[in-house]
């Protein structure tokens, strides 16, 4: 069993960054693929990036790369999400998943496990 908590969102502007964390509990931390997603009012939860239980691969949504950045930490297992050159397009519920075993996965339904959100809203 693995639980998942996010914190780091909040409201800010245009241009603005801010960086998102997700710490999870429980055993073999490294034995997860660790991923984001988000929900905007209105549409369907979408896949953001996602980074390898090693955290030698990453694989990013288009509309994020170049501007947001997945790190992990194994010995603290934490993940994170550094977003950068923010968008009123980027708001939404932030939310962390863990995949046991995966590769670089990018369904929602990959995921075994996610934490319960973090709204980041950026205003124009």
């Known amino acids: 069993q693995v639980q998942l908590v996010e914190s780091g969102g909040g409201l800010v502007q245009a241009g603005d960054s801010l960086r998102l964390s997700c710490a999870a509990s429980g055993r073999a931390f490294r034995d997860y693929a660790m991923g984001w997603f988000r929900q905007a009012p209105g549409k369907e939860r979408e896949f953001v990036a996602t980074?390898?239980?090693?955290?030698?691969?990453?694989y990013y949504a288009d509309s994020v790369k170049g501007r947001f950045t997945i790190s992990r930490d194994n010995a603290k297992n934490t993940v994170a999400l550094q977003m950068n050159s923010l968008t009123p397009e980027d708001t939404a519920v932030y939310y962390c998943?863990?995949?046991?075993?995966?590769?670089?996965?990018?369904?929602?339904?990959?995921?075994?496990?996610w934490g319960q959100g973090t709204q980041v809203t950026v205003s124009s």
């Open positions: 998943a863990a995949d046991h075993l995966g590769l670089l996965p990018r369904r929602e339904n990959d995921y075994d496990y």
């Open positions: 980074i390898s239980g090693s955290g030698a691969y990453i």
